[in-house]
């Protein structure tokens, strides 16, 4: 019989199921966050999915994407790298080419119109009065200048409808068979990381002194030196994963419990939040920083 505890051990240790299997991260320091959704499924024999849906802006990638991950006991579908199972699929909801005629990396073209959306012409802005209407500070690293973030931002605020995940997209991991039983467009949440600490036994690192011997010894690396400062680090990362589990976890926050009463019961009832939601991209200032 399926139990609150069971859903909340698959999101604790949902950064514990291989390097590419994540809990969801709305910070994430490589994309600017613009928009997200939270959906709830439940089926019959105790199946049951969460999928999360995270619009963001990556420089790196050039591109604006739409990354889902789920959660649940009944995935399928699921990708795979380096031989380990992803708990993701990221999809493109504006066309590449309306994209790539309207930027100019990192920022819009003074003479961008639209962008081409599902098949939708959305308007683009390039006039200031717009996005401060709209509560979308510029930050204008030169004067006028646009970035794409900041123009996703506003058009999503007037068009948030066709960014949103479809359902095709949202069952790319989830069997059709489960019912979407609660959608979410705001919640409280905490983003929890984990960082890998793969333990490195002495004749590890006694191998890797002597591999790089010829570069260590003139910078008067030791092998007591390199011993000293390689458990040091294993010790701060350790102590990094101990706060985060302790703090972040879906377990330690009030959410996921009542989503997880949710499933359980498939009552919506039991969702009745008393912290204030904070999934809006302005609460969420380090997404995009690196």
């Known amino acids: 019989m399926l139990s609150d505890e069971e859903i909340i051990t698959t999101l604790d240790y949902s950064n514990s199921r291989g390097y590419y299997s994540h809990f969801t991260s709305l910070g994430h320091p490589y994309s600017y966050l613009i928009d997200c959704r939270l959906n709830v499924f439940r089926g019959d024999n105790d199946q049951w999915a969460i999928a999360i849906e995270r619009l963001g802006y990556n420089p790196r990638g050039g591109m604006i994407d739409l990354e889902i991950d789920y959660f649940g006991n009944c995935l399928i579908n699921q990708k795979e790298y380096n ?47 717009d996005y401060f209407d709209k509560g979308v500070d510029l930050k204008e690293h030169e004067p006028g200048e646009i970035g794409i973030e900041e123009a ?69 690396m030791t092998l007591e030196t390199l011993t000293f400062m390689t458990r040091q680090q294993e010790n701060s990362k350790t102590d990094y994963n101990k706060r985060q589990w302790e703090e972040n976890r879906p377990g330690s926050c009030e959410t996921w419990p009542m989503l997880a009463k949710v499933i359980v019961t498939t009552d919506t009832a039991h969702y009745k939040p008393m912290l204030a939601p904070n999934t809006h991209w302005l609460n969420w200032p380090e997404s995009g920083s690196l």
């Open 152 to 220: 996703a931002r506003l058009v999503v605020i007037n068009h948030r409808d066709i960014f949103r995940a479809t359902d095709s997209e949202l069952y790319a991991s989830i069997p059709m068979d489960l019912e979407k039983i609660l959608v979410l467009d705001e919640w409280h949440h905490k983003d929890f990381n984990e960082i890998d600490v793969p333990a490195m036994t002495d004749e590890q690192l006694k191998s890797l002194w002597e591999l790089n011997r010829k570069t260590y010894e003139p910078m008067g």
């Open 83 to 129: 031989g380990q199972l992803t708990n993701s699929h990221t999809f493109f909801p504006i066309d590449n080419d309306s994209y790539l005629e309207s930027i100019e990396e990192p920022c819009l073209k003074a003479d961008a119109t639209h962008w081409l959306v599902r098949g939708i012409k959305v308007p683009l802005s390039t006039n200031k009065q």
